[in-house]
């Protein structure tokens, strides 16, 4: 019995022992897995985005050469939509009834990686900031993180967003403000650059007003007393807007352009008007400065005894920082890597006029204030954000520049955005994939948040920025559409339908592509044609044209 009660003992005691080590080692056996499970969906996606290498540079490329300018960017759209369709997304068109704007997205659930990325050139320059490239790297890296998923059983959502008119529109903050951004966890991008960093700092709000006037034409030297001149009325706004810069705060940019000065000399000029970007650290600043100059405007026209009106006004807010995102963007590119040149490569360069190489030092984030500005400072309040840069250019190439734009359609480019790829890959699964990352990253957006004034969406496009779509005619008189296949952006199938809506989002018509059509089509040049359901005014503009099967 005493033996029996002692073997008994023992053998709980072994028990409770042997429970208790394995309670102690499993927690480590299961981060260490974990974490192995991470590196490993993470080497997944490197390998795959190294061997999308091709793709990555024929997205650049082909976005190089259309070159296309805010809201015409036809071409370009279909390129990135079919790349990514091919490769299993789900795609949103035209997303918040902007024809040019698109978002993709693979998976379900949480949590919900964001990469965002722009797509427009600038006029007369092309693509001297760099977007063909940061939208092919955005695109692969996409990509390469939906193959991690499927190969290693990763849940949560990679969501993809192509913004058109960066440089010259604020679409950004309409895609928001239709809730796209609502749900995403993180956004991370790609930039074309002369460092390799993250972006830590903030950015300018800012406004972008038209001021018109409006005054009574009139012979300038027979009858001068006749006139009133609206050219006057934007030239006093503009003094006095001047002489109003010293009473706002140092941190404020203010810089104005005449679009509108009169036909000629001799002509009192009827019309004027002018342009203008009010910038400040936040947007109270901006909406105190915009009261201020609203005044001078209204005082000139008093003066002039011509009339004003504000033709067009448009506001996105500053930028957020996060410091933990943009930390864990230079650890990633500290371990993916930063591409290596041949000497024939540098040779190549020097002989279209670039010498020396891309910088291959990595600089740590700085918190620094920006003077200039970004529509992505309204997706930074619905979620945070970094952007990681990957040297493309050579030191002291500046951006905008046609220095910037010949690398960004070479090798020195190419290999940055496959690098880019890689490392926005990898970011974007260690946020999908550790919790700890995305939740230190999350309650510093939260803590930032607590002290920014209330947001109110501004930004709007007008309504005559919107382009005709490439190879669409309508003809007013009779609401007959008509289809140019050759001067389309898209490659039309069997099956597809064409739909013609206004530009607010009506469906005007449409128009399915019957069997032999296209046969037919290529064999004697007939065009598409059809007829709108509604009544289209001359002159009135569509909003969008799209096809899908």
């Not at 997205?59 to 960017?73: D, F």
């Not at 009827?270 to 342009?275: D, E, L």
């Not at 963007?329 to 670039?354: C, D, H, R, W, Y």
Request: a negative charge; hydrophobic letters at 40%; aromatic letters at 8%.
């Amino acid at each position: 019995m005493f033996f029996n009660s002692h073997k008994l003992l023992f053998n709980i005691v072994l028990i409770c022992l042997t429970v208790g080590l394995i309670c102690w080692l499993y927690p480590a056996r299961s981060v260490t897995a974990a974490g192995n499970s991470l590196e490993e969906a993470k080497n997944t996606a490197i390998k795959y985005a190294e061997e999308q290498s091709n793709l990555t540079v024929d997205i650049a490329k082909s976005l190089w050469e259309y070159a296309e300018i805010g809201l015409n960017e036809y071409k370009s759209y279909v390129k990135v939509r079919d790349a990514l369709a091919s490769a299993g997304f789900n795609i949103t068109d035209s997303a918040a009834d902007i024809p040019t704007c698109l978002i993709a997205q693979y998976g379900t659930g949480k949590p919900v990686i964001g990469i965002y990325e722009d797509i427009d050139a600038l006029p007369d320059v092309g693509h001297g900031c760099g977007h063909n490239l940061n939208t092919a790297a955005g695109i692969v890296a996409a990509m390469s993180i939906k193959k991690a998923m499927e190969t290693h059983h990763i849940p949560g959502t990679i969501k993809i967003f192509i913004n058109p008119a960066e440089e010259i529109w604020d679409v950004a903050p309409l895609v928001a403000a239709a809730g796209y951004y609502d749900d995403v966890d993180a956004l991370i991008s790609f930039h074309a650059a002369t460092e390799n960093t993250s972006e830590y700092g903030s950015t300018m709000a800012m406004d972008h007003v038209e001021y018109k006037f409006k005054g009574v034409a009139s012979h300038s030297s027979a009858a001068p007393e006749k006139g009133r001149s609206a050219l006057d009325a934007v030239e006093i706004m503009n003094v006095a807007v001047n002489y109003l810069r010293e009473h706002l705060i140092q941190e404020m940019r203010i810089h104005y352009v005449i679009t509108d000065g009169g036909a000629a000399p001799n002509i009192v000029p009827a019309s004027a008007a002018s342009r203008y970007f009010i910038r400040g650290p936040q947007y109270p600043d901006v909406a105190y400065a915009r009261q201020r100059i609203d005044d001078c405007a209204k005082a000139a026209a008093l003066a002039t005894g011509t009339e004003m009106e504000i033709g067009f006004s448009s506001g996105i807010y500053n930028k957020i920082p996060n410091k933990a995102l943009a930390l864990l963007a230079v650890n990633t590119i500290l371990k993916t890597g930063l591409p290596q040149f041949t000497e024939q490569e540098i040779n190549t360069m020097a002989s279209l006029g670039i010498t020396g190489v891309p910088n291959n030092e990595i600089k740590e984030p700085e918190g620094s204030q920006s003077f200039g500005s970004n529509p992505i400072g309204d997706v930074t309040r619905k979620t945070p954000t970094t952007t990681l840069n990957i040297a493309t250019w050579v030191p002291d190439t500046p951006g905008h520049s046609e220095k910037a734009a010949i690398q960004n359609n070479s090798i020195y480019g190419f290999k940055g955005a496959v690098a880019a790829s890689k490392a926005l890959a990898s970011l974007g699964l260690e946020l999908m994939m550790n919790p700890d990352s995305l939740a230190e990253v999350t309650a510093e957006h939260k803590e930032r948040m607590k002290d920014m004034p209330k947001y109110e969406g501004k930004a709007m496009i007008p309504e005559s920025a919107y382009p005709e779509a490439p190879g669409i005619v309508i003809t007013a008189i009779n609401g007959l559409v008509t289809l140019i296949p050759s001067e389309t952006a898209f490659d039309e199938k069997e099956g597809d339908t064409i739909s013609v809506k206004s530009v607010s989002n009506d469906v005007l018509g449409e128009y399915t592509i019957a069997k032999g059509v296209l046969s037919k089509k290529s064999a004697d040049g007939k065009e598409y044609s059809f007829e709108l359901k509604d009544k289209v005014e001359p002159g009135q503009k569509t909003k969008s044209v799209l096809y899908s099967s």
